[in-house]
């Protein structure tokens, strides 16, 4: 059973800290990796993607991935009240081309 | 920009209905998903369909169908709806198989009573 890990959270950060999110994936032959944000009540929307080991920049955001073990990261750099929600990590496999997601890690920043 | 919409935002149905979950998207997309989603337990996967009349199975199939005669259009089919059907169902496009990015509609919040 493939599986992608997360911890639940809450992840309570102050504002303006850096967030970090970590996901765990079982799958050793894994190619891509998603990360999504997910408001309550709202669908999933893609914050970021990454295929190569290292990391990857896009505005306050980097992604981190290190595929010996098994493990990315989301940084949210100067968080802010605004990014306060569910990240989702996805993790796609090299046998099946489904995404295998995580439960979802809750971040809340406070003011 | 990728839009992919969902015919409902909230439905109310009773017990032992018939009930139709449709889904559009407007970029030519192969691949398009249903999800359900329910608290703590996360995203599963219902039925996927790599393109035109094709379908797979998911996680949980069990009391759904579905239906993609048109390339644009993927929909749910719940044959006799019940109150454990109650929940988000997430429709999602993506261009094709292993390539990129799902695409998520807004959801359907379905309640079974």
């Known amino acids: 059973q493939k599986e992608v890990e997360q911890n639940s959270g809450p992840l309570s950060v102050p504002e303006g800290a850096i967030a970090s999110l970590n996901c765990t994936y079982s799958d050793r032959g894994s190619q891509s990796f998603f990360w999504y944000r997910q408001y309550s009540g709202k669908s999933p929307e893609l914050i970021m993607s990454i295929y190569s080991n290292g990391d990857k920049e896009d505005g306050r955001f980097t992604a981190q991935l290190n595929k010996a073990s098994q493990y990315v990261s989301l940084l949210i750099r100067d968080s802010q009240p605004s990014d306060s929600a569910t990240y989702l990590c996805a993790v796609e496999g090299d046998s099946n081309y489904q995404l295998i997601w995580g439960a979802g890690t809750k971040l809340i920043i406070k003011p | 920009d990728v839009k992919v919409t969902q015919s409902s935002r909230y439905l109310v149905k009773r017990t032992g209905e018939k009930v139709f979950l449709e889904c559009v998207q407007d970029m030519d997309h192969e691949n398009m998903f249903w999800y359900r989603q329910d608290p703590g337990l996360g995203l599963r996967l219902i039925y996927f369909?790599?393109?035109?009349?094709?379908?797979e199975k998911g996680d949980i199939p069990e009391g759904y169908s579905v239906s993609r005669e048109k390339k644009e259009r993927f929909s749910l089919i719940l044959e006799s709806a019940s109150t454990n059907q109650t929940s988000m169902y997430l429709c999602a496009s993506r261009i094709r198989v292993g390539m990129g990015e799902q695409y998520f509609g807004p959801g359907t919040r379905l309640t079974v009573t």
């Open positions: 369909s790599y393109d035109v009349k094709m379908k």
